[in-house]
Protein backbone atom coordinates (compact mmCIF):
# COMPACT_ATOMS: atom_id res chain seq x y z
CA UNK A 1 0.00 0.00 0.00
CA UNK A 2 2.50 2.42 0.77
CA UNK A 3 4.33 1.73 -2.54
CA UNK A 4 1.11 2.88 -4.43
CA UNK A 5 0.82 5.78 -2.50
CA UNK A 6 4.38 7.14 -2.86
CA UNK A 7 4.15 5.98 -6.90
CA UNK A 8 0.98 8.49 -6.91
CA UNK A 9 2.33 10.93 -5.16
CA UNK A 10 5.53 11.18 -6.94
CA UNK A 11 2.80 10.78 -10.59
CA UNK A 12 1.24 13.66 -8.98
CA UNK A 13 4.30 15.90 -8.85
CA UNK A 14 5.65 14.60 -11.84
CA UNK A 15 2.77 15.65 -13.98
CA UNK A 16 2.65 19.45 -11.95
CA UNK A 17 6.57 19.50 -12.94
CA UNK A 18 6.46 18.92 -16.16
CA UNK A 19 2.85 19.92 -17.79
CA UNK A 20 1.19 22.04 -14.84
CA UNK A 21 -1.84 19.95 -14.59
CA UNK A 22 -4.20 20.62 -12.06
CA UNK A 23 -3.23 17.92 -8.64
CA UNK A 24 -4.00 18.06 -5.34
CA UNK A 25 -0.24 17.96 -3.62
CA UNK A 26 0.29 18.32 0.01
CA UNK A 27 3.14 19.10 1.67
CA UNK A 28 4.73 19.16 5.85
CA UNK A 29 5.08 22.75 5.73
CA UNK A 30 5.99 25.66 3.64
CA UNK A 31 8.23 25.90 1.30
CA UNK A 32 11.08 27.93 1.57
CA UNK A 33 11.28 31.93 0.06
CA UNK A 34 11.04 32.27 -3.57
CA UNK A 35 14.63 32.73 -4.69
CA UNK A 36 15.46 35.70 -6.56
CA UNK A 37 15.44 35.62 -10.36
CA UNK A 38 16.46 37.73 -13.36
CA UNK A 39 13.81 38.23 -15.65
CA UNK A 40 15.82 37.77 -19.26
CA UNK A 41 14.51 39.87 -22.57
CA UNK A 42 11.19 39.04 -23.55
CA UNK A 43 10.90 37.34 -26.88
CA UNK A 44 7.88 39.04 -28.08
CA UNK A 45 5.62 41.47 -27.38
CA UNK A 46 2.77 39.21 -26.73
CA UNK A 47 4.73 37.08 -23.94
CA UNK A 48 4.10 36.90 -19.99
CA UNK A 49 6.97 36.08 -17.48
CA UNK A 50 5.53 33.31 -15.14
CA UNK A 51 7.31 33.44 -12.03
CA UNK A 52 9.66 30.58 -10.38
CA UNK A 53 8.16 28.25 -7.68
CA UNK A 54 8.99 25.32 -4.91
CA UNK A 55 7.73 22.07 -6.08
CA UNK A 56 7.22 19.22 -3.19
CA UNK A 57 8.97 15.94 -4.90
CA UNK A 58 7.56 14.15 -1.88
CA UNK A 59 11.30 14.60 0.17
CA UNK A 60 11.66 17.96 -0.39
CA UNK A 61 11.03 21.21 -2.12
CA UNK A 62 11.88 21.30 -5.56
CA UNK A 63 12.83 25.19 -7.31
CA UNK A 64 11.24 25.55 -10.80
CA UNK A 65 12.43 28.65 -12.56
CA UNK A 66 10.29 30.94 -14.15
CA UNK A 67 9.53 31.35 -17.78
CA UNK A 68 8.20 33.03 -20.78
CA UNK A 69 4.92 31.90 -21.95
CA UNK A 70 4.28 33.32 -25.59
CA UNK A 71 0.97 34.95 -26.53
CA UNK A 72 -0.75 34.04 -23.34
CA UNK A 73 -4.83 33.75 -23.16
CA UNK A 74 -6.67 35.69 -20.47
CA UNK A 75 -4.87 36.65 -17.09
CA UNK A 76 -2.31 34.41 -15.38
CA UNK A 77 -2.92 33.37 -11.90
CA UNK A 78 0.24 32.38 -10.44
CA UNK A 79 0.23 29.02 -8.42
CA UNK A 80 0.91 29.39 -4.99
CA UNK A 81 0.89 27.34 -1.65
CA UNK A 82 -2.46 27.38 0.54
CA UNK A 83 -2.40 26.05 3.95
CA UNK A 84 -4.71 23.78 5.10
CA UNK A 85 -5.85 21.64 7.85
CA UNK A 86 -3.89 18.89 6.27
CA UNK A 87 -0.82 20.91 5.58
CA UNK A 88 0.23 23.50 2.67
CA UNK A 89 -1.90 22.81 -0.33
CA UNK A 90 -0.49 23.69 -3.79
CA UNK A 91 -2.72 25.48 -6.11
CA UNK A 92 -1.43 24.94 -9.61
CA UNK A 93 -1.36 28.23 -11.70
CA UNK A 94 -3.99 28.94 -14.53
CA UNK A 95 -5.14 31.15 -16.95
CA UNK A 96 -8.65 32.71 -16.06
CA UNK A 97 -10.97 34.59 -18.79
Same mark, same amino acid.
Given at each position: ???????????????????????????????????????????? &???? *? !?? /?? =????????? $??? %? #? +???? &???? *? !?? /?? =????????? $??? %? #? +???
Amino acid at each position: MNKLLIGMLAAAVLCLFLAGCAATVYAPGPPPPAKAEVTPAAPG &PNAL *W !VT /GN =WYWNGNEYV $WKS %G #H +WVKN &PQGR *W !VA /GH =WKKTARGHT $WVA %G #H +WTH
